[in-house]
């Protein structure tokens, strides 16, 4: 039976990449690593917390680097004691998606969407 309690409108896939993320109501970021990307939002592990719903920019260091807004989605404490959360993107321009697009095929390490 299908799990319709979650709804991607957005494939995923697994990318190896850096990411920074700049929280914009305070004078915070946090480093980390990018679990999976897709154009809708991203999960990330991260060094420092970060609030659910709070405004955040992230930079995804590949090739391209991208920079994206969006806000947090959700949070939630990861096995090796840092932070795993969820950005969902808010994507106002057609030629950052073009970019979103390359650093997907770039760095994907699978060939199936998650």
Known sequence: MPRWDH????????????????????KLE????????GLGGAA???SQPVRLGEPVSVRFWGDPS?????????????????VRAGVRF????????????????SSATATEPL
């Open 7 to 26: 709804f991607r409108a957005h494939e995923r896939y697994e990318v190896q990449c850096a990411a920074t993320v700049r929280m914009r109501h305070r």
């Open 30 to 37: 946090s480093q980390g690593r990018v679990e999976n990307l």
């Open 44 to 46: 990330l592990s991260l």
């Open 66 to 82: 991208v920079e994206l807004d969006g806000e947090i989605a959700w949070v939630t404490w990861a096995a090796h004691g840092g």
């Open 90 to 105: 808010r994507v106002e321009r057609s030629a950052t998606l073009g970019d979103l697009l390359r650093l997907i095929a």
